[in-house]
């Protein structure tokens, strides 16, 4: 496995602990914003300096950052939550959100596979 898959293939390793420590756990809403600011630091230092990999990697790349950062700002609404329905439904969105991120990730594996062999 090359350096770059073995980069997004951690990127999409952490966002699944989140997913999983997201619905298996009582949600710690600070610890979810540090969470997620580590996924974007990852992104940032890690993915984004990669070199470009094709417009589908580039234009999976885009569309992973423009994701993370809804992310943060599902987590702030999160935090903003006042009553149990809403924060059930922030909570929702942000599952949904780390689900599309982790499908981008393992397309641009696949891609990427196909492209070493």
């Known amino acids: 496995m090359s350096v ?5 293939r951690t990127l999409a390793t952490l966002l699944e602990q989140l997913h999983s420590h997201l619905t298996a756990t009582e949600v710690n809403t600070p610890q979810l914003r540090k969470e997620v600011a580590c996924l974007q630091q990852v992104f940032r230092q890690e993915i984004v300096p990669l070199p470009d990999g094709g417009s589908g990697v580039q234009s999976y ?16 609404f999160l935090q903003g939550s006042r009553q149990a329905s809403t924060a059930q439904e922030r909570i929702k969105s942000i599952s949904d959100r780390l689900t599309t991120i982790i499908q981008y990730c393992e397309a641009i ?9």
């Open 61 to 76: 790349r885009t569309e992973i950052s423009k994701q993370l950062r809804l992310l943060e700002v599902d987590v702030m």
């Open 4 to 8: 770059n898959l073995e980069k997004y």
């Open 109 to 117: 594996l696949q891609q990427e596979g196909v492209q070493e062999k």
